[in-house]
């Protein structure tokens, strides 16, 4: 594994870390890695080799641990109280977005590159979230948005969407 894909393996790590602070220090990293063209060039070649080495960091894998920081991010937010002032309630608000912003990013860094995530574990993953009640509160809107601008818009994945899937999405915004 090169140097480039192995600190961004240890920056994922860090997204799943019990801290707050360390997760929010790694999510600035994680941005920050991103952008550098040797890591988008290092995944994109992970991505597209097969058979697909378990120890190899793609595309998909970095979505996963992503998925991880999200429910880290919810649980830490669930579990704090719920009588607060309003300044705690902003902190929280920008918080979600900031959870949203970067799970934006990546799916439109992996886009931008040509579709490069499985939709199928996107999708399920959007849907999830749009699914759950306190998840939905929390990043419905952002999700919705991801879903229609970052996911729908994209004709490779129109294909890899299973019948199953348009179906369970369509009665989900039937039933809204």
């Not at 707050?20 to 994109?44: G, I, N, Y």
Request: glycine share 2%; hydrophobic share 35%; aromatic share 10%.
């Amino acid at each position: 594994m090169s140097l480039a894909l192995h600190d961004l393996l240890v920056c994922c790590r860090g997204l799943e870390n019990d801290k707050a602070t360390e997760r929010k220090k790694e999510a600035e990293h994680f941005r920050r890695l991103l952008r550098s063209p040797e890591v988008l060039q290092k995944l994109d070649c992970a991505s597209s080799t097969k058979p697909k080495a378990s120890k190899q960091l793609t595309w998909d894998n970095v979505f996963r641990f992503l998925q991880h920081y999200v429910q880290k991010e919810t649980e830490s937010l669930q579990s704090s109280r719920s009588n607060v002032t309003a300044t705690t309630l902003t902190i929280r608000q920008k918080k979600m977005a900031e959870v949203c912003s970067l799970i934006k990013y990546f799916i439109r860094y992996a886009n931008k590159r040509g579709p490069r995530l499985n939709c199928g574990e996107l999708l399920k993953h959007v849907m999830d979230v749009l699914h759950d009640s306190y998840r939905c509160s929390a990043y419905g809107e952002n999700y919705s948005s991801i879903l229609l601008k970052n996911v729908l818009t994209v004709r490779k994945y129109w294909c890899e969407i299973s019948q199953q899937q348009w179906q369970s999405a369509g009665a989900f915004w039937v039933h809204l």
